[in-house]
């Protein structure tokens, strides 16, 4: 495949939302992305019946058939017979993916991996500033990227002197959560009713949102309506409920205090989040008590202040990042 351009189809299945697009590789590596197309998870059975969907677009919008390559970010471990997702009811079996997708090669990876295959790449206009020092990523070193959606992802790369990286998943999200005030034991005492281990995502997540407002109305005496994590969000970033405003300045606490702990976990040099909701509440990360929490590390404080925190602005690092990591797998050459 080296020294010719090449057309992949590339994938990022979430929790809620699965996203195709086609992709070009150019023979360097680069990666060009196409416009990309949204389908609900909750639209179809099986990530089989999605693709089938998204060819029958492309194939009238475009009037082509999909190339023979594909990469695939997918929101869960990565495992040899059976892909089961974390946040919906989807599975993927990696040995059968050639002969149902009818593709010729693909290269699949965890959604955060794949984000942290974009953050690498990105230029510095494509992050905005969240904390720290307002300084460019320093590179050679190591870059935590995190972000809550659906769940909690959690990835690192790292970039070397002549400016290649390597990116490594993990499953950071899925940590103890450890509270550090009386309201966060609140927030932990109502989610212990539920799970028998409460890990950082069930409160660093889109949809602990309804958790934390809860538990806030539970501390004031407030009755309050049955409210969707989303609506909470909207009222919450908009203004409108105070207390909704508080949840969301307390989700920020927590952001800051597990973003963090991974930097300390990782020796990260500086930290990327990413995600439409970082994107939403950027404002408000900023505002809160987020630099605070992240710092607050003890006799790691002073190192924790030179740590530059930045969110990624690219509109679709799942798939570029997916993308990104078939160009590595196949373009790139590896070093020995």
């Known amino acids: 495949m080296a020294g010719e351009a090449q057309d992949i189809v590339t994938v990022d299945i979430g929790g809620t939302h699965a996203r195709f697009a086609i992709a070009g590789i150019d023979p360097d590596g680069t990666v060009t992305l196409g416009e990309p197309i949204t389908i609900p998870t909750r639209n179809h059975a099986s990530f089989e019946t999605a693709w089938e969907d998204f060819a029958n677009r492309i194939e009238t919008q475009q009037g082509r058939k999909l190339p023979d390559k594909v990469a695939m970010a997918v929101a869960g471990p990565i495992k040899p017979d059976i892909i089961r997702f974390t946040n919906n009811p989807w599975s993927i079996r990696p040995p059968l993916i050639e002969s149902k997708l009818g593709c010729t090669r ?3 990876v965890n959604d955060f991996e794949a984000v942290a295959h974009a953050a690498a790449r990105a230029p510095a206009s494509e992050f905005l500033h969240l904390a720290g020092p307002d300084i460019d990523l320093p590179e050679p070193g190591t870059i935590s990227v995190l972000g809550p959606g659906t769940g909690l992802g959690v990835a690192y790369f790292y970039k070397r002197p002549d400016g290649s990286y390597r990116v490594q998943a993990t499953e950071g999200g899925h940590t103890d959560f450890a509270p550090l005030d009386t309201v ?16 950082d995502e069930r409160v660093v997540s889109g949809p602990a949102i309804v958790d934390i407002y809860e538990t806030l109305a539970a501390i004031e005496g407030r009755a309050v309506h049955d409210m969707s994590d989303v609506a909470i969000w909207t009222a919450g970033t908009d203004g409108s409920d105070s207390l909704a405003a508080a949840a969301v300045d307390r989700f920020c606490l927590a952001l800051g205090a597990v973003a963090g702990d991974i930097a300390l976990v990782q020796g990260a040099k500086g930290v990327v989040i990413a995600g439409g909701l970082g994107y939403r509440i950027r404002d408000t990360i900023r505002s809160s008590g987020f630099t605070s929490r992240f710092t607050a590390k003890g006799r790691f404080a002073p190192l924790m202040e030179t740590i530059p925190v930045k969110l990624i602005t690219h509109p679709q690092p799942g798939l570029l990042g997916a993308a990104a990591a078939f160009a590595q797998d196949y373009f790139e050459d590896k070093p020995a």
């Open 184 to 199: 966060e034991d609140a927030i932990l005492a109502r989610l212990r009713k539920r799970h028998l281990r409460v890990s």
């Open 106 to 108: 693909h290269v699949i």
